[in-house]
């Protein structure tokens, strides 16, 4: 499928000179705001800083005045997700098959996420990632990732180690209450050459290595799951390499819920402190002496943003996170 960049999109007379595109949510705040520039083309406003339209997510263009108003987009310049590059003239819809250093995760009713390993993205959030818009309208499972505080539809991403939460997202309203169980099902893992793909379930300590396991039997927490499920991608253990990772994307610290902050960590690079501070320094829960790869830390200072630091084998990390 094509993926639409809005750099590309050329306006015509009574054309309004934003795009709204679609967040997922409801109501004055359902959609990110793209402004023209020039009157040639869209970029992004700090709301989403991508530059990519995925496949199947809606967006809306606003027509100014009382005539018909049209919009061109530039084919020979949008990105190809189904080719090997991003080449002018390769837009056009493909055959199935399996791009190399490419993971698609599904789940019931063919609703997906993809991991792109790809040499010129980055491990943290950047305008490669094209995020996650839920249609609301389906009783299926959607599934996405998360960095960077973003849900993700496609997750693109440089290098080995890297650790990514999966979430999981059901439509209440439409789903009976109770079907909490979904198939996931996992294509792609063979096509990372000399690196290992594993599926964490951290809340029952279970690890699949997806180039032996395809598809597991999963119920979620309620209809939202976030932060038990992580996607794992590392050196595989068969190749020898002296490079330390110097890269703090293979730990991820976030919310579990209203006072619980949660770490992860890859197998071979533990965490061994985890320290809680106010965003003025103030240390509130320090825990040492770890060797542990999931940590669960409780704070009962009320709703804020705090700065936690988590020390590693390897590594120091620093992030933001909000208790609600």
Do not use: C
């Amino acid at each position: 499928m094509v993926h639409l960049s809005y750099e590309n999109f050329h306006a015509h007379a009574n054309v309004a000179k934003q795009l709204h595109l679609w967040n997922g949510n409801h109501g004055t705040q359902s959609y990110f705001t793209m402004t023209m520039v020039d009157d040639e083309a869209f970029w992004s406003s700090n709301q989403y800083t991508g530059s990519l339209i995925a496949p199947m997510q809606s967006f809306v263009v606003i027509n100014n005045g009382t005539e018909n108003a049209e919009i061109s987009i530039d084919l020979d310049g949008q990105a190809d997700t189904e080719g090997d590059d991003n080449r002018p003239g390769e837009n056009k819809l493909r055959a199935a098959r399996q791009p190399q250093n490419r993971l698609y995760v599904e789940t019931e009713g063919g609703l997906s996420t993809a991991i792109v390993m790809k040499e010129n993205a980055s491990n943290d959030l950047d305008d490669m990632d094209a995020p996650k818009l839920f249609s609301g309208h389906t009783e299926g499972v959607e599934v996405y990732t998360v960095e960077g505080n973003q849900q993700l539809d496609i997750n693109f991403f440089k290098e080995v180690s890297y650790l990514v939460p999966l979430g999981l997202r059901s439509n209440a309203d439409l789903r009976a209450a109770g079907n909490n169980k979904t198939r996931l099902t996992f294509r792609g893992a063979e096509s990372f050459y000399e690196v290992d793909v594993f599926l964490k379930n951290v809340a029952t300590n279970e690890e699949f290595n997806l180039k032996e396991t395809q598809s597991i039997d999963y119920e979620m927490e309620g209809h939202a799951d976030f932060g038990n499920l992580f996607i794992e991608f590392r050196k595989a253990q068969d190749v020898t390499d002296d490079r330390v990772a110097t890269d703090a994307g293979n730990i991820q610290i976030f919310a579990k819920d209203n006072n619980v902050i949660r770490a992860v960590s890859s197998m071979d690079n533990p965490i061994k402190e985890i320290n809680v501070m106010t965003e003025t320094g103030k240390s509130l829960v320090n825990a040492k002496n770890l060797n542990t790869s999931i940590y669960d830390l409780t704070v009962n200072n009320g709703a804020q943003i705090y700065l936690v630091r988590v020390v590693t084998e390897r590594e120091v990390k620093v992030e933001k996170v909000l208790l609600r």
